[in-house]
Each structure stands twice: as C-alpha cells, then as structure tokens.
Nanobody
Framework: EVQLVESGGGLVQPGGSLRLSCAASGFAVSTRDMSWVRQAPGKGVEWVSTRNSGYGWKFYADSVKGRFAISTDAATNTLYLQMNSLKPEDTAVYYC???????????????RGQGTQVTVSS
C-alpha cells in the first residue's frame, strides 16, 4: 500500500526554521516526482515545491524561493522540506504528495499525506 506520513510541523517564531518530513511506504521516493503543497486557513491549496525524479531538478514557488529546500533520503525513503527564515504568511497545513509540478499546481496529486500544521507567530 502506498502511504505518506508527514511530521515535523509546529509553532515557530518569525525568522525561525523547521524541517518537515514525509515518510513514504509502498514505493521509493527517489523514483517518483514528489511535491509539497500547503493550505492556509480559508485559502486554497498552494504549490510549494517539487523534486523531479528524472534529473533531480528542484522547483520552488516564488514565495518560498531562497528560503525552503526540498530533498530526499533514499536510505530512509523520506522526503524533506527544510524551511528557513519563516514568515507568518507561511502558516498553513503542509502536505507531501506524489506528483509533478503541474499536478501539484492543478491539485491533482496522485497520493497525499494527512498534513502537518506549521504556525509562524511571535
């Protein structure tokens, strides 16, 4: 069974850092396009970042570029999102999913986890 489980969210002050994890089972994260999306209260789902499986290319939304970094660990079969210089507007539920940048932007990720809450507040 294909499953994704996010963790690592929490409450952090502006300017702080968090690292989100997405533990995968039933497939290898390195072999699939993997994406992070988020949903803030009262807003729609927003694409955050994608790692392309073929070449390992990494893509970021303008709102997080230079602050967030997506990566994978084949040994633990985990997808990560390192988030630095966090801002209050980064507050959202973050989801990892299987799918390309285009699928993530369309909201059609094949599989998505249950999400982890990130709150940036002083």
């Amino acid at each position: 069974e294909v499953q994704l489980v996010e963790s690592g969210g929490g409450l952090v002050q502006p300017g702080g850092s968090l690292r989100l994890s997405c533990a995968a089972s039933g497939f290898a994260v390195s072999t699939r396009d993997m994406s992070w999306v988020r949903q803030a209260p009262g807003k729609g789902v927003e694409w955050v970042s994608t790692r392309n499986s073929g070449y390992g290319w990494k893509f970021y939304a303008d709102s997080v570029k230079g602050r967030f970094a997506i990566s994978t660990d084949a040994a633990t079969n985990t997808l990560y999102l390192q988030m630095n210089s966090l801002k209050p507007e980064d507050t959202a539920v973050y989801y990892c999913g299987i799918g390309s940048l285009e699928a993530a932007k369309r909201g059609t990720l094949a599989v998505r986890g249950q999400g982890t809450q990130v709150t940036v507040s002083s």
